[in-house]
């Protein structure tokens, strides 16, 4: 929101700089992201009236035009302006003026003709961008007056970064009535009195769709001149607010914006049809826009009607079908007031951008500002076009109106929030010069906010605003009645917080389970240690203390599986109760369960249910955080919970943290789950020390890549073969992977072929086919002593 300084303080007696007026707003929550000068600086440019012109004789397109400022004789001035004529009054800088961007007027001949000035367009003084010819003046301009102090142009534009539940300060008067709030002055509203209409002269309107406008309020004006043009002062606060002037009847529509706040539109009343009728869009429906785009709206979409088809975008955008031109003459008037949920997202999803109109309604418009609204726009439009107005024509759903909240606010309340006594002559006010009714009862205050105060609903937002008036800076700084303490965070340790955001990211969700569990339950799946019965449990199912996390995320899973969820990831980090010689000692652990499809049902990939592979890939996700995965090591092992053939225990440096694999067969019976289920569990003690971090010299030599297949026994673990591989590749060695495993044709039963790549690199020198030989000659013999493999061919 572009605020003009000078427009401001016709609406607020302000005693305050414009600097400390920008500091003031945005401490109130009304953020300034800058303060601009209405125009650049220039000087000596002053008000003329051309009083003779004759074309130049050596020049077809230009003119000499004799230009009265004020002083005994007219300045002869030769100007090549297509709309310069007798009697216009024009900015002219004199000679010695400098314009914006540096240029020096001088006097000087064009053509052979001496020239004593230069006429001025509004891109000349900076206030365009483009400009077809001179800029015109008010024929009332006092000659050789200052067009500087004219058009008011020391002026401060603040631009105003409003959050989106400030939409009452989208316009003039809900941001005066801010500024005086703050600063305890005198707030001018606007006067509107009723137009006094003189036809009969009406449009039918119908709400169809009353949820997403419960108001709409049309005014039909005959007679309006097609010729007329927006006063200059109009023009220029338009432009101030970043708006474009476009003609009498857009810009006054778009100055009733800015100023109350309510966007309007002009409908050429010639090209209606029936009566105007808001609805949803239907089947068939095609609206060309007035930016040349045409949409065919959604059933979601508002759309503003009439008897032959959609006319605009409700909220958004006028159709080009009944937009006004350059011969309209009879106009109709739009107020309305549109839900904020029924335009949000609406221009988005026609690929448009977000239009002032829909700016201001997406954030909520005040739902009883249309009546005046319009008779405002009357008026300014009948005071610069002419022309009859009829009678307003109002048509209300009061049922869908919004109804403005009645809140009880509590002086206990605003000192816990605060954390200071706001005296309550000043509560009451704060509130009122925001607006709000105010009535005092014996403990507290019923407060009502005006309907323009969508964001207030609670005795908390009305504690917001008193803070926002009273001042932030004068709430009080406690300090903590605790000491606080910095705990150090090791570099060598890996966050829990750290692990948690991995397993997130893989798809798991956290669980929070009892530490408490079934007995039966916990001994189907740690049978060899012994619970801590609980003195008093809640229930019989919950008697021991778990001795594994896996009793809690099994039965999430199950209940996950009776509530049709066939996929579940979860995972949970807490303490394990083991009874030692010691005596009772808690460990924390992080584990996980996981059972269904490895990725959601989606188009892009074939459905795949998980295997030991894709939670082991999990698990490796997490050691991997440690900086040193090649420390860990998954050795085939059995445990009861577990499948014989899918399940090993985690080691680290020869030390088990922890298991992983394949829900045991029977286990699954006897606990009723469906499905493959895999589950691990690891002790964080073991799990979160961590490599730090260091440089390593990169090779400026290149590396060279070998594929290696052999043939080994099916009972030759991957692990094994990738042990001896580093063991004999020696110093060349930097890399090795596994990428393919096969059995069938050609490899003989109880067999397997394993195909690894190798990356070989020096950091002193070029490796030659000789060493690179060598190297894999010294691995396969390796493999070949160790595992009887063979090369596969």
Same mark, same amino acid.
């Given at each position: 929101?572009?605020?003009?300084?000078?427009?401001?303080?016709?609406?607020?007696?302000?005693?305050?700089?414009?600097?400390?007026?920008?500091?003031?707003?945005?401490?109130?929550? =009304?953020?300034?992201?800058?303060?601009?000068?209405?125009?650049?600086?220039?000087?000596?440019?002053?008000?003329?009236?051309?009083?003779?012109?004759?074309?130049?004789?050596?020049?077809?397109?230009?003119?000499?035009?004799?230009?009265?400022?004020?002083?005994?004789?007219?300045?002869?001035?030769?100007?090549?302006?297509?709309?310069?004529?007798?009697?216009?009054?024009?900015?002219?800088? =004199?000679?010695?003026?400098?314009?914006?961007?540096?240029?020096?007027?001088?006097?000087?001949?064009?053509?052979?003709?001496? &020239?004593?000035?230069?006429?001025?367009?509004?891109?000349? =003084?900076?206030?365009?961008?483009?400009?077809?010819?001179?800029?015109?003046?008010?024929?009332?301009?006092?000659?050789?007056?200052?067009?500087?102090?004219?058009?008011?142009?020391?002026?401060?534009?603040?631009?105003?970064?409003?959050?989106?539940?400030?939409?009452?300060?989208?316009?003039?008067?809900?941001?005066?009535?801010?500024?005086?709030?703050?600063?305890?002055?005198?707030?001018?509203?606007?006067?509107?009195?009723?137009?006094?209409?003189?036809?009969?002269?009406?449009?039918?309107?119908?709400?169809?769709?009353?949820?997403?406008?419960?108001?709409?309020?049309?005014?039909?004006?005959?007679?309006?001149?097609?010729?007329?043009?927006?006063?200059?002062?109009?023009?220029?606060?338009?432009?101030?607010?970043?708006?474009?002037?476009?003609?009498?009847?857009?810009?006054?529509?778009?100055?009733?914006?800015?100023?109350?706040?309510?966007?309007?539109?002009?409908?050429?009343?010639?090209?209606?049809?029936?009566?105007?009728?808001?609805?949803?869009?239907?089947?068939?429906?095609?609206?060309?826009?007035?930016?040349?785009?045409?949409?065919?709206?959604?059933?979601?979409?508002?759309?503003? /009607?009439?008897?032959?088809?959609?006319?605009?975008?409700?909220?958004?955008?006028?159709?080009?079908?009944? &937009?006004?031109?350059?011969?309209?003459?009879?106009?109709?008037?739009? &107020?309305?007031?549109?839900?904020?949920?029924?335009?949000?997202?609406?221009?988005?999803?026609?690929?448009?951008?977000?239009?002032?109109?829909?700016?201001?309604?997406?954030?909520?418009?005040?739902?009883?500002?249309?009546?005046?609204?319009?008779?405002?726009?009357?008026?300014?439009?009948?005071?610069?076009?002419?022309?009859?107005?009829?009678?307003?024509?109002?048509?209300?759903?009061?049922?869908?109106?919004?109804?403005?909240?009645?809140?009880?606010?509590?002086?206990?309340?605003?000192?816990?929030?605060?954390?200071?006594?706001?005296?309550? @002559?000043?509560?009451?006010?704060?509130?009122?010069?925001?607006?709000?009714?105010?009535?005092?009862?014996?403990?507290?205050?019923?407060?009502?906010?005006?309907?323009?105060?969508?964001?207030?609903?609670?005795?908390?937002?009305?504690?917001?605003? @008193?803070?926002?008036?009273?001042?932030?800076?004068?709430?009080?700084?406690?300090?903590?009645? /605790?000491?606080?303490?910095?705990?150090?965070?090791?570099?060598?340790?890996?966050?829990?917080?750290?692990?948690?955001?991995?397993?997130?990211?893989?798809?798991?969700?956290?669980?929070?389970?009892?530490?408490?569990?079934?007995?039966?339950?916990? #001994?189907?799946?740690?049978?060899?240690?012994?619970?801590?019965?609980?003195?008093?449990?809640?229930?019989?199912?919950?008697?021991?203390?778990?001795?594994?996390?896996?009793?809690?995320?099994?039965?999430?899973?199950?209940?996950?599986? #009776?509530?049709?969820?066939?996929?579940?990831?979860?995972?949970?980090?807490?303490?394990?109760?083991?009874?030692?010689?010691?005596?009772?000692?808690?460990?924390?652990?992080?584990?996980?369960?996981?059972?269904?499809?490895?990725?959601?049902?989606?188009?892009?990939?074939? /459905?795949?249910?998980?295997?030991?592979?894709?939670?082991?890939?999990?698990?490796?996700?997490?050691?991997?955080?440690?900086?040193?995965?090649?420390?860990?090591?998954?050795?085939?092992?059995?445990?009861?919970?577990?499948?014989?053939?899918?399940?090993?225990?985690?080691?680290?440096?020869?030390?088990?943290?922890?298991?992983?694999?394949? =829900?045991?067969?029977?286990?699954?019976?006897?606990?009723?789950?469906?499905?493959?289920?895999?589950?691990?569990?690891?002790?964080?003690?073991?799990?979160?020390?961590?490599?730090?971090?260091?440089?390593?010299?990169?090779?400026?030599?290149?590396?060279?890549?070998?594929?290696?297949?052999? @043939?080994?026994?099916?009972?030759?673990?991957?692990?094994?073969?990738?042990?001896?591989?580093?063991?004999?590749?020696?110093?060349?060695?930097?890399?090795?992977?596994?990428?393919?495993?096969?059995?069938?044709?050609?490899?003989?039963?109880?067999? #397997?072929?394993?195909?690894?790549?190798?990356?070989?690199?020096?950091?002193?020198?070029?490796?030659?086919?000789?060493?690179?030989?060598?190297?894999?000659?010294?691995?396969?013999?390796?493999?070949?002593?160790?595992?009887?493999?063979?090369?596969?061919?």
């Amino acid at each position: 929101m572009k605020v003009s300084q000078q427009w401001l303080r016709e609406w607020v007696d302000l005693p305050i700089s414009g600097d400390e007026l920008a500091m003031q707003l945005t401490m109130a929550g =009304l953020e300034v992201d800058h303060i601009e000068p209405a125009a650049p600086p220039f000087d000596q440019v002053v008000v003329g009236q051309v009083v003779d012109l004759t074309p130049h004789p050596d020049a077809d397109r230009l003119r000499i035009a004799a230009v009265d400022v004020g002083k005994a004789q007219p300045l002869q001035i030769v100007c090549g302006a297509p709309n310069v004529a007798i009697g216009m009054y024009v900015p002219t800088a =004199l000679i010695g003026a400098v314009l914006p961007g540096g240029l020096a007027i001088k006097k000087s001949k064009l053509r052979g003709i001496e &020239s004593q000035g230069m006429l001025c367009s509004a891109k000349e =003084l900076g206030l365009a961008e483009n400009a077809d010819g001179l800029l015109p003046l008010p024929a009332d301009s006092p000659l050789g007056h200052s067009v500087r102090e004219l058009l008011a142009l020391d002026d401060a534009i603040i631009d105003i970064e409003l959050t989106p539940n400030r939409g009452d300060c989208l316009g003039m008067e809900g941001i005066a009535r801010e500024v005086a709030a703050l600063n305890r002055c005198e707030f001018h509203p606007l006067s509107t009195e009723a137009v006094k209409p003189v036809l009969d002269a009406t449009f039918p309107v119908r709400l169809l769709d009353p949820v997403d406008c419960p108001r709409y309020i049309g005014r039909v004006i005959r007679g309006v001149n097609p010729a007329a043009e927006t006063p200059l002062w109009m023009q220029e606060r338009l432009r101030r607010a970043g708006i474009r002037s476009l003609g009498p009847l857009v810009d006054v529509t778009n100055y009733v914006m800015l100023e109350l706040g309510q966007p309007m539109h002009a409908f050429d009343l010639q090209r209606l049809t029936g009566g105007i009728e808001v609805r949803r869009a239907r089947p068939g429906d095609r609206l060309e826009l007035l930016n040349g785009v045409f949409i065919e709206p959604d059933e979601e979409t508002l759309l503003i /009607t009439d008897h032959q088809g959609p006319l605009a975008l409700a909220g958004i955008m006028g159709g080009e079908i009944s &937009s006004c031109t350059d011969a309209t003459r009879d106009v109709f008037l739009e &107020s309305a007031f549109f839900t904020p949920t029924s335009i949000a997202g609406r221009a988005r999803r026609h690929s448009l951008q977000t239009t002032d109109a829909s700016y201001r309604f997406e954030r909520g418009v005040d739902p009883q500002l249309q009546r005046r609204a319009a008779e405002r726009a009357t008026r300014l439009l009948i005071d610069m076009a002419g022309g009859q107005p009829g009678p307003i024509v109002e048509t209300i759903s009061p049922e869908h109106l919004p109804v403005e909240p009645a809140i009880h606010l509590r002086s206990t309340r605003i000192h816990k929030l605060l954390g200071m006594n706001v005296p309550a @002559i000043q509560v009451e006010d704060i509130l009122r010069r925001l607006g709000m009714a105010v009535a005092a009862e014996i403990d507290h205050w019923l407060v009502v906010p005006p309907s323009s105060r969508f964001d207030i609903a609670l005795e908390a937002d009305l504690i917001e605003e @008193i803070a926002r008036i009273y001042g932030y800076q004068r709430v009080p700084s406690n300090q903590p009645l /605790t000491r606080l303490q910095m705990p150090p965070q090791p570099e060598g340790q890996i966050g829990l917080e750290r692990l948690r955001e991995t397993l997130v990211q893989r798809g798991f969700q956290e669980a929070i389970t009892y530490s408490f569990v079934d007995p039966d339950f916990q #001994k189907r799946l740690d049978p060899e240690c012994e619970p801590l019965a609980l003195a008093n449990p809640i229930s019989a199912d919950l008697a021991v203390m778990r001795t594994s996390l896996w009793p809690g995320l099994l039965k999430a899973l199950i209940y996950n599986q #009776k509530h049709q969820q066939s996929r579940v990831r979860l995972f949970e980090n807490g303490l394990n109760f083991l009874l030692t010689e010691e005596g009772l000692w808690q460990e924390p652990f992080l584990g996980g369960v996981a059972t269904g499809a490895v990725l959601s049902e989606q188009w892009g990939v074939p /459905t795949r249910t998980m295997d030991f592979f894709d939670l082991k890939a999990d698990v490796e996700a997490l050691l991997t955080l440690t900086g040193e995965p090649e420390a860990f090591q998954f050795v085939v092992a059995s445990h009861p919970a577990l499948h014989p053939g899918q399940s090993a225990r985690v080691e680290r440096a020869g030390e088990s943290i922890g298991w992983l694999g394949a =829900l045991h067969p029977r286990v699954a019976r006897e606990l009723d789950v469906e499905g493959d289920i895999f589950i691990f569990e690891l002790q964080l003690a073991g799990l979160r020390p961590a490599r730090l971090p260091a440089f390593q010299e990169l090779s400026r030599f290149p590396a060279s890549r070998r594929d290696l297949a052999i @043939i080994v026994s099916e009972d030759v673990a991957v692990q094994a073969v990738f042990d001896c591989i580093r063991q004999c590749g020696g110093a060349l060695l930097r890399e090795v992977w596994l990428f393919d495993i096969y059995r069938g044709r050609g490899i003989a039963e109880g067999r #397997k072929s394993l195909a690894f790549g190798l990356n070989l690199q020096d950091f002193s020198r070029n490796l030659t086919d000789n060493m690179v030989d060598e190297t894999v000659s010294g691995i396969i013999a390796g493999l070949t002593e160790q595992f009887d493999a063979t090369l596969r061919i």
